[in-house]
């Protein structure tokens, strides 16, 4: 593998990431959303899923726009946030509790991704690439919202969950 010794091959590196993790994520929502008990969750990993489908195509276009072919290089991070959130389903009963777990596997995965668009973003800019840099943003901005989100559904799913326990 050669080298990442110029700023160009890091941005390139970073967007071949990032495509390989929303690629991954696009095949662990739909378990997340079957594991998911409340339907306002399972709604959200529904909903974000579509959106993580015009990530991809974002990304697409931005590949498109550089002169390079859209391609993936796994990306361990998200690969490592996944396995969590596949065993957060396996090892929690049930129920509100592993609601939670889920909303906080989902969020690890929310704050990755949010950091590397943010990133890749910054470097689009300074790179004078303000077209890509829009799309990144666009993605951004989604990604953050998911969170928002998700800290939302978390306030009433915790709640529930201590409820039950207590």
Not at 1 to 24: G, H, I, W
Not at 92 to 101: K, L, Q, S, Y
Not at 126 to 135: C, F, R
Request: hydrophobic share 40%; glycine share 6%.
């Amino acid at each position: 593998m050669p080298k990442v010794d110029t700023v160009d091959k890091l941005f390139m590196n970073e967007l071949k990431d990032l495509y390989s993790a929303e690629k991954q994520i696009t095949r662990a929502l739909p378990k997340m959303a079957k594991a998911a008990t409340t339907e306002e969750l399972r709604q959200a990993f529904e909903t974000h899923l579509e959106e993580t489908r015009g990530h991809i195509e974002r990304l697409d276009r931005v590949f498109e726009i550089l002169g390079a072919k859209a391609s993936a290089k796994t990306c361990q991070g998200m690969k490592g946030l996944i396995e969590e959130g596949a065993e957060m389903i396996e090892e929690a009963e049930e129920g509100e509790v592993r609601d939670a777990g889920l909303i906080s596997a989902a969020q690890r995965v929310e704050h990755y991704e949010m950091a590397a668009y943010g990133t890749v973003r910054t470097i689009a800019q300074q790179m004078g690439q303000q077209e890509v840099a829009d799309l990144l943003q666009q993605t951004l901005d989604e990604e953050g919202k998911t969170d928002k989100l998700l800290t939302k559904i978390a306030m009433r799913v915790n709640k529930e969950a201590q409820r039950k326990a207590a």
